[in-house]
């Protein structure tokens, strides 16, 4: 172990070794180690998520589930049967 002038000694955080100042580097972590053993830090750590627009743009709803044959009465999502005015029921066209 030989004197380096302004080259102090440090503890290397991984392998517990005594190390030359010059020859440390801190890591993306914090830690203090040789530059021979540093950790580049992983490329996915910088992936950035990107919005997801889900709305549609036309939204309507559904038609009601009504499948009537000619001349049957037509009937709303409730059951209730549907009537003009007067009072007369309404049905089905041929």
Sequence with gaps: MTYKSGDYWVIDD????????SDAVKQWNGLLVHRDHADIRNPQDFVRGRRDRQAVPDARPEPPDVFVGPGEQLMTELGDFLMTEDGAYIEAEV
Excluded: E, V, Y
């Design 14 to 21: 991984i392998s517990g070794f005594k190390i030359r100042s």
